[in-house]
């Protein structure tokens, strides 16, 4: 029988180790690094630092400053893992409070989590009036326009919040959008001195949500439950 299996070339696992050891740099350096100090660090050239860390951009794994210039870890490893992990967990351990609430409330109750960019479900609980807000698992939404991203970026760490809100895209979709940086740091410093967050209908037209975080023991955000 003919074995179509493929061994990976010398250059592309010597690229895989690369893209691992930029990683590992970047766990390192939450501020952030430019292409030359990626360079210097690995001894690397600096159009592969380039090529490399610019991929991983678009795979998600870091993001990128275009004012700066400099790249950092998206939360997305950190998802991912938690994800493998703990994610039966979680959906578990939530479940039961989303039921409470929606009961208390009448609406539906979602749970979402941070990945790369974007603001992910990972399940819900129906609402109870006849007209009800639904969503399926894995719809993503936008961290700065909605009430759950803006809950989980606020309570990220300081270092890591003001690196992530320099990388992510603030795409506007209505009037109502942040889309100015500045704006958007004094909007989680709000929310995290409420310790909820709002969405004023800022990504969809007669949307509004209210959201809180779910910390771990040590206070980061891994979770947020929203309504």
């Not at 690196?163 to 929310?191: C, D, M, P, S, Y």
Request: proline share 5%; aromatic share 4%.
């Amino acid at each position: 029988m003919k074995d179509d299996t493929k061994t990976p070339s010398r250059h592309s696992v010597s690229n895989l180790l690369r893209g691992l050891d930029i990683m590992e740099l970047l766990l390192e350096s939450p501020e952030g690094l430019g292409v030359s100090d990626i360079s210097r660090a690995l001894e690397i050239p600096v159009n592969a630092a380039f090529r490399i860390s610019s991929a991983l951009v678009e795979r998600g794994y870091l993001l990128k400053n275009d004012q700066t210039k400099t790249f950092t870890l998206s939360a997305r490893l950190v998802t991912m893992g938690y994800r493998i992990g703990n994610r039966n967990g979680l959906v578990e351990t939530a479940m039961p409070l989303m039921r409470e609430l929606r009961d208390a409330i009448k609406e539906t109750v979602i749970l979402c989590i941070m990945a790369g960019g974007d603001c992910i479900v990972l399940d819900s609980v129906p609402g109870l009036h006849m007209f009800r807000f639904t969503v399926d698992p894995g719809t993503p939404a936008a961290l700065h326009a909605s009430a759950p991203g803006k809950a989980l970026m606020a309570f990220l760490p300081d270092s890591e919040r003001k690196a992530f809100v320099a990388g992510i895209k603030l795409q506007r979709f209505n009037e109502r959008t942040i889309t100015n940086r500045k704006r958007l740091l004094q909007e989680l410093a709000r929310v995290r001195e409420l310790g909820y967050a709002l969405d004023m209908a800022e990504e969809h037209d007669g949307v509004h949500c209210v959201a809180a975080p779910v910390l771990d023991v040590r206070g980061y955000p891994v979770a947020a439950l929203t309504t």
